[in-house]
């Protein structure tokens, strides 16, 4: 098991504090053994079973023929895609069930005097968990953490313990996208002392920020767990990013409550930091709060915290200021699966798209529409990006059969509570968003309900603005009506966002979700210039007549509700007031395909589709949201001779761009208006097509496409050829179907076949089209559009890795990486 503890020493370290340490309890070494309070890894060598096991929660439950697996773990990304599985093709068109989880473990005898919890980041869903036979607790919602108290229960060492988990997504549809089923996310057995600092037990804020100094205001909850009467010292430091301490506090003779089981002790404290280094999207600085926990004179428990100091206002005329400068939210909704990967969380997949959308300009995430996995916001802290938290897809109105609206009246306020408590001290948390198109707005109810919501959230938090995603954003909306909310969250009606401040004077604004337009990566028609919205009935293919569910890449084709990602973007970067965006979506995902006609099994919102691979709008948005030098000329060159092709370009740090086919110039073409793209209409000949962006005259950039020959050959691509072998870490290999002369083959779709040799698996593969239903568990795929992707995953041991992908027809190729 792997063990995670707070080091003691760090630069600048207060020596007469580290001599005190020294002489205290063995405990308190910084060996991991010994660490005061140890959070271990908790997901190797589960056994798992499909299926109604009524005995499995019994100690001594003979599972020795089940399934052996480490966590997370997502079961329905393994099965068949069949649209008569009762999630619908709305939530993937996979399997749901029932599956049971158990595993045994040993406790060190010397350890009879600690407490131990269990932490699960999330399972979906409808969770019951058991050690040793004892029933510990049920939690319906699936996408929240919680915690179990492990200690009446244990054994402590050689025999061993169990734990058992049933998970129970059998009864669907109960969710609007694709959810996954199992433990998907992280578990963790965390070790502490009787005293110690709560679960979520501390809350870090700055009241007062400049340049000059912050404020940093600590509370610290400690819980007494067996009515220990008597004092402790609370100490609390914080450190730079080098590891430097910069400020300290210390709390003396605090008197721990009793009286109750579990007494909480709340602390508070007032520190200075001078010259503090602010937390910005360029540069998202991270200070370290460590708290210790002493009693007669030992530590017995230490905890660490997140501080990122900034400051930050949303303005009804000025819109959105982050450290007094302004800004725009340029930011992507994304649901929680990772493509071919399902809903089991890998921290290397999550960085991998948020590594994606920053190189794309994005500076924000929507947590769509659930709390999100523990590890995005760590990565999102450490990345540079403004999260909207959202808690809440529906309320007590259900929007599916069996969704968590018939869990609401008993468990929404507890899952609320816990969802604040874990994420507020995330610098990256901007906004809290407390439901999606919610229901409750058309009823009375909405007004009651949001103002006890947002109670919730004050009661917790009261430095951060509350919203919720509305779509029907009028002044007699009873949601807005409750005068609760502290931002007015625009889902789509782009078309009123200049109506905005007559129609809510005084109101503060954010587009908690807009766009919705449709695209298939490499698939383009004519014209381009056309805008489309999609037919108002769900249950046919789009007007333009693609059996194949296909839909073009111009950035024209839209939903009734929705708009193009250039109508909108040109609306929220003319007005200040309109403080940003959080555009639908990021990337594709699974389910909610849109059209809803089989085989279309996951969406065709994304910017990236479901394999990671950018679709040409994507690089509209890098030319507006970055500063790196941008020309992106569209669609390929393979066409029928003398057929009218449009061509596109998006391109900045330049004047204009002209077009040559062949050598021949097809005329310059420069930017009117507010428009964000240049085209040309001309017939295709087979040949190479250049474009040259250009500034005052000179050069800027070049760009060629030329028409492929018939597929020849095979190239691989990683992402990264060197990942450590912890049995997590993943390499994205992009697969690319290439002609003699190096040309990608646009309409290639050969099927590709893999093969490893060396200590790694293929945790999954793609190819990114939304009508595919190949396993994305298979050991081959059909290229899509010229490319498919294969995922490795390392194991436990280091050396070296080959990938062979092979085709028929096609030479093979080869790529070999570094496990350390």
Known sequence: MQKTTTPFLPIGFSWAFAFLLLLSASSCKTTEKSAVRERTDFTKNWSFALGENAGAKVANFNDTQWRKLNLPHDWSIEGKFDEKHPASYNGGALPGGTGWYRKAFTLDAKDKDKLFYIDFDGVYTNSEVWVNGQYLGKRPNGYISFRYDLTPYLKFGPEQNVVAVKVDNSQQPNSRWYSGSGIYRNVWLVKTSPVHVDQWGTFVTTPQVSEQSASVAITTQVRNAR??????????????????????????KVALKTGQANALTEVKQNLTVSNPTLWSVEQPYLYRVVTLVEQNGKVVDNYETPLGIRTFNFDAQKGFTLNGKSMKINGVCNHHDLGALGAAVNVRALERQLEIMKNMG???????HNPPTPELLDLCDKMGFIVMDESFDMWKKEKT??????????????????????????????????????PEQWAPEGTTIAKELVNIVKSLDTTRPVTVGINEPTPNNTIYKSGALDLFGFNYHHQDFEKFPKTFPGQKFIATETVSALM??????????????????????FHDGNKDL????????????????????????????????????????LGEPTPYVWPARSSYFGIVDLAGFPKDVYYMYQSEWTNKPVLHVFPHW???????VDVKAYYNNAEEVELFLNGKSQGVRKKQGDDLHVMWRLPFQPGTLKAVSRANGKEVLTKEIKTAGGAARIVLEADRTQIVANGKDLSFVTVKILDKDGNLVPRADNLVHFRIDGKAVLAGVDNGLQTSLESFKANHRKAFNGLCLAILQAQEEAGTVKLTATSEGLEPATIILHLK
């Open 638 to 644: 393979n066409w029928q001779a003398g057929q009218t």
């Open 227 to 252: 009515q220990q009467a008597g004092n402790i010292t609370l100490r609390t430091l914080v450190y730079d990013a080098q590891g430097r301490e910069v400020a300290k506090a210390s709390s003396e």
């Open 362 to 368: 994005v500076n924000g995430i929507r947590t769509s």
């Open 401 to 438: 059969k069996f969704d968590y609206s018939h869990a609401w009246d008993e468990w929404h306020k507890r899952d609320l509570e816990d969802f604040i408590k874990r994420d507020r001290n995330h610098p990256s948390v901007f906004i809290w968003s407390i439901g999606n198109e919610i």
């Open 550 to 589: 296909t839909v073009s890449a111009y950035d024209n084709v839209s939903t009734p509700w929705g708009s193009t990602h250039e109508e909108t973007w040109k609306l929220i970067k003319k007005h200040a007031y309109l403080s940003g965006q959080y555009i639908w979506t990021g990337f594709d995902y």
């Open 520 to 541: 298939t990566r490499g698939h383009y028609d004519m014209p381009a210039d056309s805008i489309r919205r999609w037919p108002k009935r769900w249950d046919i293919p």
